[in-house]
T-cell receptor, first 112, second 117 residues
């Protein structure tokens, strides 16, 4: 049983560009959350998707947007990249009637 | 807003010894959940232990146990018989609930645990 998978694992972009990160939840899971983890810090909540809708959002600008597909997979899009967007982006999924979040290994984004 | 504070950026323990990692949090809620996550160099967050605030009994998972002091808003993790594989970043985290409308985790800044052979 595959866990949470994310792609790509690493990527480099330049300021002003746009990036799309992808996440496939653990089998049987229907809720996906995204977190940003800057180097040396704890993860910060970006948003959560359930039934293809954004259900909760953290303190992130509109440049951060997302999508959830009918198969429960999800994308995180970041527009107009800034140097400060360099971070590890973690995806987490959970199933119905359970509280445990399962995390992927993350996508390391470097903005030059 | 809820905050989670880990006051120990780094901790070191000798293999087979016991170490305690500290965490404090701030919330006005009476019912919530607390977690300790481990993040090894592989980057994947792994759940170590979980505590429901309404339970008075401290959670235990094999070598890992917590000391949950609700009035003091303190949630420390004790690792007994430390092993080399325990070396990692440890994050304390808090959430109000697990509803599909939102179960945002608020994380602390982390504690790096080093295990000496």
């Amino acid at each position: 049983d595959a866990g949470v998978t994310q792609s790509p694992t690493h990527l480099i972009k330049t300021r002003g560009q746009q990036v799309t990160l992808r996440c496939s939840p653990k089998s049987g899971h229907d809720t996906v959350s995204w977190y940003q983890q800057a180097l040396g810090q704890g993860p910060q909540f970006i948003f959560q998707y359930y039934e293809e809708e954004e259900r909760q959002r953290g303190n992130f600008p509109d440049r951060f947007s997302g999508h959830q597909f009918p198969n429960y997979s999800s994308e995180l899009n970041v527009n107009a990249l800034l140097l400060g967007d360099s971070a590890l982006y973690l995806c987490a999924s959970k199933g119905p009637n359970t509280g445990e979040l399962f995390f992927g290994e993350g996508s390391r984004l470097t903005v030059l | 807003a809820q905050t989670v504070t880990q006051s120990q950026p780094e901790m070191s323990v000798q293999e087979a010894e016991t170490v305690t990692l500290s965490c404090t949090y701030d919330t006005s809620e009476s019912d919530y959940y607390l977690f300790w996550y481990k993040q090894p160099p592989s980057r994947q967050m792994i759940l170590v232990i979980r505590q429901e605030a309404y339970k008075q009994q401290n959670a235990t998972e094999n070598r890992f146990s917590v000391n949950f002091q609700k009035a003091a808003k303190s949630f420390s993790l004790k690792i007994s018989d430390s092993q080399l594989g325990d070396a990692a970043m440890y994050f304390c985290a808090y959430t109000v609930g697990f509803g599909n409308a939102g179960n945002m985790l608020t994380f602390g800044g982390g504690t790096r645990l080093m295990v000496k052979p």
